[in-house]
Nanobody, 125 residues
């Protein structure tokens, strides 16, 4: 059974940093596409960053240059390093996984089968 468990969320002031983690189990982790999504109150879930099985990354324009997605195959863990946080980054953050999100793009919610429960990130001004 596939399990994704996020951690690392919290409250931080604008300009600060957080690192989210997503511990994965129950599937051949290294061969899967993985991504981070977020959902703010009253808004649709949006893709933030994705990483493919070879380590190539994709970012939403709103986080380029501030967020970094990475994974540790030995630890079966996905990370999201978030720097220079802004109040508009406030949201519930979810990790997601799938063998391949095709025919959707890497940052489209519909492309992912497996989801974690989320971790809250709150950025105050």
């Amino acid at each position: 059974q596939v399990q994704l468990v996020e951690s690392g969320g919290g409250s931080v002031q604008a300009g600060g940093s957080l690192r989210l983690s997503c511990a994965a189990s129950g599937y051949p982790y290294s061969g899967y596409y993985m991504a981070w999504f977020r959902q703010a109150p009253g808004k649709r879930r949006e893709g933030v960053a994705a990483i493919d099985s070879l380590g190539s990354t994709t970012y939403a324009n709103s986080v380029k240059g501030r967020f970094t997605i990475s994974k540790d195959n030995d630890k079966n863990t996905l990370y999201l390093q978030m720097n220079t946080l802004k109040p508009e980054d406030t949201a519930m953050y979810y990790c997601a996984a799938d063998i391949h999100p095709s025919p959707f793009t890497l940052l489209q919610e519909a492309g992912y089968t497996y989801w974690g429960q989320g971790t809250q990130v709150t950025v105050s001004s």
